[in-house]
């Protein structure tokens, strides 16, 4: 097996997955950008929900705003 050759591959893959949510970015991501910010300001938390797959990158994306100093916890859309 070529292993760089595959790499490369794989590289090529999520670049052009990167391009693509790159092309999907509009005001609705400035906006959420802008409510995280507004909560920070205000000592609030930021609340991440979320059922199976979205639930486990849910508390993927709170554990990456606690470690960047971001108070946030993950409610379980099924127990709200």
């Keep these: 097996m070529d292993y760089i050759?595959?790499?490369?591959?794989?590289?090529?893959?999520?670049?052009?997955a990167l391009r693509q949510t790159r092309a999907r970015l509009d005001e609705n991501f400035a906006e959420a950008v802008e409510l995280i910010v507004a909560a920070l300001?205000?000592?609030?938390?930021?609340?991440?929900?979320?059922?199976?797959?979205?639930?486990?990158?849910?508390?993927?994306?709170?554990?990456?705003?606690?470690?960047t100093g971001t108070t946030s916890v993950v409610l379980d859309a099924v127990n709200a």
């Design 41 to 67: 300001r205000n000592r609030n938390k930021v609340i991440v929900t979320g059922v199976g797959k979205s639930g486990n990158l849910g508390h993927k994306i709170a554990a990456t705003f606690t470690s």
């Design 5 to 16: 050759k595959r790499a490369r591959t794989v590289f090529d893959i999520e670049i052009d």
